[in-house]
């Protein structure tokens, strides 16, 4: 059997890796601790799970319009206004099998063969192998610690040529947890404008910001320049709706048409049940998200001083649930980069980790804090004690 040259250089997921060799390890009975995984604790809201129930004995277990059920485009578009401002229909939105797919469709729809992509890094492990799949090219923008890992206007002009096609942002981040403000992602977009560079900003996070931060957007600007940017949201974090798969896109209503094309070739429809369950959870309370905030902001401020305590330089995250310290100093002879310490740490701490490498910053280590304070203190207590001996 031959498999063909274009998967032969797409590299595994390496958080799905990661959470793949930790519960092996478990299955053999050692006891792991998975720091590993973007995966809140948290359950689907209650009402949300109620909802599909309902919609399964209404028997609602029929194909689709390939964007989505109209009620629930609407309701996307109603999200972006209620949060942002921003007036959207229903044929500016289409929903996908999370925002992965999302993602996907949006290179697939928006690159030609050796388009250039500008990726600030650290940056989430999928993106370049996207790109890769959609023909295109990835070009990383790199960033500091010292800057929050926030990309500059400087850095992102020096990085482009005349291949710049995309402008790819995410914020908060995955994998640092850091955000851009408005005044910042406003400043970005009106460069990207300038230099006719297409935004595609990954939001998915945009509800999990913890103040004095506040929550940003494109979309107000999209709706002033509808055919330079798509946004991409889920409800996968800010709802606890992981293994559900509804993302969605607001784009301008030609782009829509395109991923609708791309998605009636490869998924239809997204599950039926799923999308009467994400109405619901758009249209209803969102107690859930201010519930998971002040868990997140308790347990970031257990692990950011844990392991400033090591001496380890680390941006404290307005956003999401992921620290990305800089550990290159606790490097070894054994353990010389941050793929091999993460193996180290895995075997002699018994906590499954993400190399740094994996989002483009080989100094750096990612910790999710999606777990409760006493499992993350005893991780992290264990981490300590392989890294600094003590």
């Known amino acids: 059997?031959?498999?063909?040259?274009?998967?032969?250089?797409?590299?595994?997921?390496?958080?799905?890796?990661?959470?793949?060799?930790?519960?092996?390890?478990?299955?053999?009975?050692?006891?792991?601790?998975?720091?590993?995984?973007?995966?809140?604790?948290?359950?689907?809201?209650?009402?949300?799970?109620?909802?599909?129930?309902?919609?399964?004995?209404?028997?609602?277990?029929?194909?689709?319009?390939?964007?989505?059920?109209?009620?629930?485009?609407?309701?996307?578009?109603?999200?972006?206004?209620?949060?942002?401002?921003a007036r959207a229909t229903g044929d500016n939105t289409i929903i996908s099998n999370g925002g992965k797919q999302v993602l996907y469709n949006l290179f697939m729809a928006l690159l030609n063969p050796g388009d250039e992509v500008l990726i600030p890094a650290p940056y989430w492990v999928s993106y370049p192998a996207m790109v890769q799949l959609a023909d295109g090219v990835s070009v990383f923008v790199p960033t500091t610690a010292d800057q929050n890992f926030l990309v500059t206007l400087d850095a992102l002009e020096a990085a482009r040529t005349d291949k710049t096609r995309l402008l790819l942002l995410n914020s908060p981040s995955n994998p640092t947890g850091c955000c851009y403000t408005q005044v910042q992602l406003e400043a970005i977009a009106a460069w990207a404008r300038e230099k006719k560079v297409f935004i595609v900003s990954d939001e998915v996070y945009d509800r999990l910001v913890y103040a004095p931060a506040e929550p940003a957007s494109l979309a107000k600007t999209w709706e002033a320049y509808p055919e330079t940017i798509a946004i991409v949201g889920a409800l996968s974090k800010s709802f606890c709706m992981t293994g559900w798969r509804v993302g969605y896109a607001l784009a301008h209503e030609t782009l829509?048409?395109?991923?609708?094309?791309?998605?009636?070739?490869?998924?239809?429809?997204?599950?039926?049940?799923?999308?009467?369950?994400?109405?619901?959870?758009?249209?209803?309370?969102?107690?859930?998200?201010?519930?998971?905030?002040?868990?997140?902001?308790?347990?970031?401020?257990?692990?950011?001083?844990?392991?400033?305590?090591?001496?380890?330089?680390?941006?404290?995250?307005?956003?999401?649930?992921?620290?990305?310290?800089?550990?290159?100093?606790?490097?070894?002879?054994?353990?010389p980069d941050s793929a091999t310490m993460c193996a180290k740490l895995l075997d002699e701490a018994g906590v499954a980790l993400v190399p740094g490498s994996a989002f483009g910053d080989d100094t750096c280590i990612r910790f999710s804090y999606a777990v409760d304070d006493d499992t993350l203190r005893t991780a992290l207590e264990r981490v300590g004690t392989v890294l600094t001996g003590k």
């Open 1 to 85: 059997m031959r498999i063909s040259d274009r998967l032969e250089r797409i590299k595994p997921s390496a958080t799905l890796a990661v959470n793949a060799k930790a519960q092996a390890l478990k299955a053999q009975g050692r006891e792991i601790i998975s720091l590993a995984v973007g995966q809140p604790d948290f359950g689907t809201p209650t009402h949300v799970c109620e909802a599909a129930k309902a919609a399964l004995d209404e028997g609602f277990t029929r194909y689709t319009p390939v964007p989505g059920i109209p009620e629930l485009r609407e309701a996307v578009a109603a999200y972006y206004g209620r949060f942002y401002g």
């Open 256 to 335: 829509i048409k395109a991923l609708s094309k791309i998605q009636g070739q490869s998924t239809s429809n997204i599950n039926s049940i799923a999308q009467k369950a994400a109405l619901t959870a758009l249209n209803g309370s969102w107690d859930i998200v201010d519930e998971m905030k002040r868990a997140f902001v308790r347990r970031r401020d257990i692990a950011y001083g844990i392991i400033t305590g090591w001496g380890a330089q680390c941006p404290k995250p307005d956003g999401a649930f992921y620290l990305f310290p800089v550990l290159g100093q606790f490097y070894t002879a054994d353990a």
